[in-house]
């Protein structure tokens, strides 16, 4: 009798240790249960029946005590799995192989079952997973002692893994005058579209690989199309800022309709991108192409935009690019400045 009653009492508190849950200890002596989720070194995410998601400093964390493993990374880069008890400044993983004692202060990440399996997943992605695209579109219209037509529209994507990122864009402006004998009838015609890959080496250091198709009809260039690669520096990268200086080569390749050529050319650049407050991104890159088979020729492009999210879905863009050639077909401006606004909807992330 005394045997069962000792089987039931324990079988009893393994349901109810389960029933708690993990909990948390803080300092000043509060106790919270609930699921531990995550943590980075500086805060502690927890999951709760009453309050829903917790975050909490992981400074003002006094203990913890899970009853399920959590995945431990720790400073030199191993990870253990455990059922995780602290006690002052150390941690305590009970581990298949034995207990693993750790000051707190390695930890670098700790993450339950569901979010370390959604953590892999970030590492090594699909090709069609893991993309952040975007809509641009602007319309105009005019009627009366004027009569014009004005369309533009941009396409973006990005897919962007642990060591490696790949971009997609496409844009597209066309302007109309459709008064009675104007000339031009067709006051903007241009089509731009293209990608890049960028694979990190080092925290700092990345090579890139490029393609770049451009046309404009009012300037005779049935199609630029330019391939290229090289290496690049990441001056500045977090979460809201990055900074980026590239150097390379590129082969060109430009069809006008009076002329055709093959350019061989330096690739010189930046690209910046910074987040205005919690709504604005700005978005800026400069470029240099000189001429390796002509001393003194050059293209050069510069383009400039903002988005501002209205919403999680709908936001408002504004772009300025700016493509300059110092030897276009004779009767041809050297510049082509495009101006665009319009709304901006967000597809996928």
């Known amino acids: 009798m005394r045997k069962l009653l000792f089987l039931g009492v324990f079988i009893s508190s393994i349901f109810i240790s389960h029933a708690l849950g993990d909990q948390v200890t803080l300092k000043n002596g509060d106790r919270i249960t609930g699921t531990i989720v995550k943590s980075d070194g500086k805060t502690v995410g927890l999951h709760t029946d009453y309050a829903g998601d917790v975050t909490l400093k992981w400074d003002a964390v006094q203990s913890i005590q899970s009853n399920e493993a959590l995945h431990v990374e720790l400073q030199n880069g191993k990870t253990e799995v455990g059922a995780v008890t602290t006690s002052d400044d150390k941690l305590e993983i009970a581990t298949a192989a034995g207990n693993l004692e750790a000051a707190k202060s390695e930890v670098k990440n700790l993450r339950n079952s569901a979010e370390q399996a959604a953590y892999e997943k970030t590492l090594n992605p699909g090709l069609l997973q893991g993309w952040k695209t975007g809509l641009n579109a602007g319309f105009a219209l005019t009627a009366g002692n004027s009569e014009t037509t004005n369309l533009s529209v941009g396409f973006i994507g990005t897919r962007q893994t642990l060591h ?62 330019v391939f290229g690669g090289g290496v690049g520096l990441h001056v500045i990268k977090n979460d809201r800022t990055t900074l980026d200086l590239l ?6 390749h430009e069809s006008y309709t009076v002329l055709s050529r093959n350019l061989v050319a330096l690739t010189l650049g930046e690209e910046l991108m910074h987040k205005l407050g919690k709504s604005t991104t700005l978005n800026e890159k400069l470029y240099f192409f000189p001429d390796l088979n002509s001393a003194g020729d050059y293209r050069g492009t510069f383009d400039f935009g903002t988005v501002t999210k209205l919403n999680k879905v709908l936001g408002w863009q504004l772009t300025f690019s700016d493509v300059y050639v110092t030897n276009p077909p004779p009767l041809k401006k050297q510049n082509d400045v495009i101006f665009t606004t319009g709304l901006n909807v967000t597809l996928g992330q």
């Open 164 to 225: 490696d990122k790949l971009g997609l864009y496409a844009n597209s402006v066309y302007a109309k005058n459709n008064a009675a004998g104007a000339v031009p009838s067709t006051t903007a015609n241009t089509e731009a579209g293209g990608l890049r890959y960028d694979h990190d080496v080092t925290k700092k250091l990345f090579g890139f690989g490029a393609a770049d198709f451009f046309a404009e009809a009012l300037q005779g260039l049935n199609l630029r199309s």
């Open 247 to 252: 150097g390379g080569l590129n082969y060109t």
